[in-house]
Nanobody, 123 residues
């Protein structure tokens, strides 16, 4: 597994961004995937996860109704559509591949991590 996250950038409050995460080695289509984020000085936290076929999704309460996780297994790519962005969404966002087909918020459930992409929401 080799993950590459992209799509981060600077956006104003209320704006939108779409993050992408591609597995260049095409080995994660049977695994759940997840997004996490880290604010400097704080612990990394769960954002969203999606099962291997995309039928089951989970979200942190802080992003429910604003963020949408999806995946395209044919393209070995996962997405995070982020709408109605807030300053507290500012963080480095990481994608991760789980150890099994379903996974939730526990970081121990994830075996591989991408390098992160920075999202900055300005007020």
């Amino acid at each position: 597994v080799q993950l590459q996250a992209s799509g981060g950038g600077l956006v104003q409050v209320g704006g939108s961004l779409r993050l992408s995460c591609t597995d260049s080695r095409r080995t994660s289509s049977n695994n759940a995937l997840g997004w996490f984020r880290r604010v400097p000085g704080k612990e990394r936290e769960f954002v969203a996860s999606i099962s291997w076929r995309g039928g089951t999704t989970n979200y942190a309460d802080s992003v429910k109704g604003r963020f949408t996780i999806s995946r395209d297994n044919a393209k070995n790519t996962m997405y995070l559509q982020m709408n109605s962005l807030k300053p507290e969404d500012t963080a480095v966002y990481y994608c991760a591949v789980a150890r099994s087909s379903f996974a939730g918020s526990r970081q121990e459930s994830y075996a591989y991590w991408g390098q992160g992409t920075l999202v900055t929401v300005s007020s």
